[in-house]
């Protein structure tokens, strides 16, 4: 059977699933999108996803042509098109069809996509023995110029430093802000254990306040650890006795090494183990938030 996919109020082959060369998606990367995942068929967090979504076309001065609940149910309507019932959805929605020029006031209708696909995740190894990263020179987005909250099209940001991660031969890197701060992952949000406290980088670090990494804080305060959202440096990553990474698709995944040094004793720690526990059981309640 063809993916489908929902594209203009429709879902069609995915072959058939087309926009057009002058939207401004494509030659501005001027639109938004979310990862979003469902597990046995219930999509994890949905609402959270869709208000970051609207959150962030309203922060692009781009009015998305259809309700919030109407998102919803064409998100469902997607999924069970497709017969997933462990998907990664991808919505994205763009400027539309325009001119030639950044105008976006010459741009015809906001197009909205909805692709369900099967979920490709990392090697089961990188859970159990957790992952190496480096620290990259490309800075974080200064939030000033363009907030890194705002999940928009245009990720060469983040995408210049999984290159440069890459060619140190590792599969996600860490980013600065322009304060020399930790900031996030090209596509994760990085917490550490020190002490017995769970520490990650706050919002105004100039970070994407990803999902994941609200409901990792909000299952370790429901146990009474003690997570602070605080500005942290290269230092507290190198002498952190833990360090893991959250992320829609990555979900928790544990970090032994940044920067060819070893975090903590070099293993997935007692803490991350326990937050991955507890997060894979979370996706599995099958709650709708
Ligand atoms: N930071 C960046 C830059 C990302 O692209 C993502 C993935 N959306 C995350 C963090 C993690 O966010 P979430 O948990 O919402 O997937």
């Given at each position: 059977m063809a993916l489908k996919v929902h594209i203009a109020g429709k879902l069609v082959d995915k072959d058939d699933a087309r926009?057009?060369?002058?939207?401004h998606g494509l030659l501005y990367g001027d639109g938004v999108f979310e990862g979003i995942r469902s597990y046995r068929g219930t999509v994890f967090r949905l609402e959270s996803h869709l208000r970051r979504l609207y959150e962030s076309a309203k922060a692009i001065c781009l009015e998305i042509p259809m309700t919030i609940e109407a998102m919803a149910d064409a998100v469902y309507e997607t999924?069970?098109?497709?017969q997933i019932?462990?998907?990664?959805i991808r919505l994205v929605v763009t400027r539309g069809s325009g001119t030639l020029g950044l105008d976006p006031n010459r741009c015809g209708h906001p197009q909205v996509i909805i692709i369900a696909d099967r979920i490709s995740l990392y090697p089961a190894e990188f859970y159990d023995k957790g992952l190496e990263i480096v620290t990259v020179s490309t800075i974080r987005n200064h939030s000033a110029a363009l907030s890194p909250r705002i999940k928009s099209l245009n990720y060469l940001n983040n995408i210049l430093a999984k290159i440069e991660g890459l060619k140190a031969?590792?599969?996600e890197?860490?980013?600065?802000?322009?304060?020399g701060e930790v900031a996030e992952c090209t596509g994760d949000n990085i917490f550490l254990v020190s002490r017995g406290?769970?520490?990650?980088p706050p919002i105004d670090a100039g970070i994407l306040d990803g999902i994941t990494r609200q409901v990792v804080i909000d299952l370790a305060r429901e146990v009474d650890w003690t997570v602070l959202e605080i500005p942290l440096t290269k230092h507290d990553v190198y002498i952190a006795d833990e360090c893991f990474l959250t992320g829609t698709a990555a979900e928790v995944i544990p970090v032994v090494k940044v920067d060819n040094r070893t975090i903590g004793?070099?293993?997935p720690g007692p803490h991350t183990r326990e937050l991955m526990d507890r997060f894979r059981q979370e996706t599995l309640s099958g709650s709708r938030e």
């Open positions: 926009i057009s060369v002058f939207d999924l069970r098109a497709n019932q462990d998907a990664y031969g590792c599969v890197a860490l980013m600065l802000n322009s304060k406290r769970l520490l990650t004793e070099g293993v």
